[in-house]
Each structure stands twice: as C-alpha cells, then as structure tokens.
Nanobody, 127 residues
C-alpha cells in the first residue's frame, strides 16, 4: 500500500524560505511522476511542481518558477520542495502526490492524473 507523508510546513514571513518533504513508502515503481499541489481555502487544488521519477525532469507552474525547486533523493523515497522568496499568496495546504503512469505534458500538474496523495502540510506566509 502506497503511503505519502508530508512534513516541513509552517509559518514564515514574506521573503522567507521553507523546505517541504514527502516520504513515500510502499511505492516500488521507479517510473512515473511525483508532484506537489496546493489548495488555499475556497480555491481549487493547483499543481505547483512535478518531477519524473526516472529522468528527474521537472515542471513548474508559472507563479513559482524561479522561486521553488522540486527534487528527489537518490533512493527516490523522498521528494522535496524548496520554497524561497515566499509570498502571502503561497499560503495554502500543500500536498504531495504520486502516480506510476506515464503522463502527457498537459497532465503532469493536473490533480486528476495522480492516484496517491498525502494528507497535506500547511504553509502560511505573512507580511
């Protein structure tokens, strides 16, 4: 059974940094994708960043490009999201997700493409 557990959320001031972690267990596929999503109150879940487990190729939503970096460890058991220059609009619950299927470019940041989800970790950015 696949389990994803996020950690690293918290409260920071604008301009600060946080590093989120997502530890995967029971996920034996060396292919597929993992991703970070976020959801603010009253808003739809939004894809933030995705990484190919096989090649390490990454994708980002425009609003975080240049500020956030997605990565994975060599064992591919833990995924990270380094978030720098945080803004109040980055405030949300952040979720990690995983899927073993090959995804077309248009689906790599789509929440409907991912089968496995963590419980989320809250990120709050204040002025």
């Amino acid at each position: 059974q696949v389990q994803l557990v996020e950690s690293g959320g918290g409260s920071v001031q604008a301009g600060g940094s946080l590093r989120l972690s997502c530890r995967a267990s029971g996920y034996t596929s060396s292919s597929g994708y993992m991703a970070w999503f976020r959801q603010a109150p009253g808003k739809e879940r939004e894809g933030v960043a995705s990484i190919s487990r096989g090649s390490g190729t990454t994708w980002y939503v425009d609003s975080v490009t240049g500020r956030f970096t997605i990565s994975q460890d060599n064992a591919k058991t833990t995924m990270y999201l380094q978030m720098n220059s945080l803004k109040p609009e980055d405030t949300a619950m952040y979720y990690c997700a995983a899927d073993s299927q090959l995804l077309s470019p248009s689906r790599r940041l789509s929440p409907t493409a991912y089968d496995y989800w963590g419980q989320g970790t809250q990120v709050t950015v204040s002025l």
